[in-house]
């Protein structure tokens, strides 16, 4: 099992950025796949960006393509996300996912694959 605590959020204004982190606990944080997610107030929560095990492949939602950048430190057991170029609509609820693969990696981007979440952290984007 592991417990995720995000943190790096904010109020920032349109265009700058920010970076978010998300620190596991536990010892076999290799063995996880992560992924950032995002939820705005009234709206479904959405998949934002894939990392793998090695963080050698990454993936991300065509909405934030080109402007954010997810990473993982194994040694820090850390995931990051950063957010370049923030727009209004960025504005949301950021969450970081994470599922234990022991074998055979594939893409995740759904939800509800997902076994453990952090509490969320606030980004704010002011016009």
């Known amino acids: 099992q592991v417990q995720l605590v995000e943190s790096g959020g904010g109020l920032v204004q349109t265009g700058n950025s920010l970076r978010l982190s998300c620190a596991a606990s536990?010892?076999?944080?290799?063995?996880?796949?992560m992924a950032w997610f995002r939820q705005a107030p009234g709206k479904e929560r959405e998949f934002v960006a894939y990392?793998?095990?090695?963080?050698?492949?990454?993936f991300y939602a065509d909405s934030v393509k080109g402007r954010f950048t997810i990473s993982r430190d194994n040694a820090k057991n850390t995931v990051y996300v950063q957010m370049n170029s923030l727009k209004p609509e960025d504005t949301a609820v950021y969450y970081c996912?994470?599922?234990?693969?022991?074998?055979?990696?594939?893409?995740?981007?759904?939800?509800?694959?997902?076994?453990?979440w952090g509490q969320g952290t606030q980004v704010t984007v002011s016009l």
């Open positions: 990392i793998s095990r090695s963080g050698d492949r990454t």
């Open positions: 536990g010892r076999t944080f290799s063995t996880y796949i």
């Open positions: 996912a994470a599922k234990k693969v022991l074998q055979y990696e594939v893409l995740t981007t759904t939800r509800y694959q997902y076994d453990y």
